[in-house]
């Protein structure tokens, strides 16, 4: 059974760093594409990171420069490295893996990622 369980979800102030990780569980860990989401209270989910069996990477454009996706495959573990953070930020963040070992250019789509987290929420405050 695939489980993703997120820690690492707080409160800090503008400018602030947090680093968030996604254990992962009941399958072959490093064989799949992963992704980071964050969805605000009445907002839709939106893909901020990703990162495919070959290391390779995507950001969204909010969090370019600021936040790094990275994967410890001995460990089973998906991280998202968070710096610099703005109020704007604060979200429900989720981690995802999808049914491909690749991201492709639609990694920022939630309807492929066939497996979520519960999430862990983060607030960013002025």
């Known amino acids: 059974q695939v489980q993703l369980v997120e820690s690492g979800g707080g409160s800090v102030q503008a400018g602030g760093s947090l680093r968030l990780s996604c254990a992962a569980s009941?399958?072959?860990?490093?064989?799949?594409?992963m992704g980071w989401f964050r969805q605000a209270p009445g907002k839709e989910r939106e893909g901020i990171a990703a990162?495919?069996?070959?290391?390779?990477?995507g950001y969204a454009d909010s969090v370019k420069g600021r936040f790094t996706i990275s994967q410890d495959n001995a460990e089973n573990t998906l991280t998202l490295q968070m710096n610099s953070l703005k109020p704007e930020d604060t979200a429900m963040y989720y981690c995802?893996?999808?049914?491909?070992?690749?991201?492709?250019?639609?990694?920022?789509?939630?309807?492929?990622?066939?497996?979520w987290g519960q999430g862990t929420q983060v607030t960013v405050s002025s």
């Open positions: 009941g399958y072959t860990y490093s064989r799949y594409c």
């Open positions: 995802a893996k999808r049914s491909t070992p690749w991201c492709g250019v639609d990694w920022v789509r939630a309807d492929k990622y066939i497996y």
């Open positions: 990162i495919g069996i070959e290391g390779t990477t």
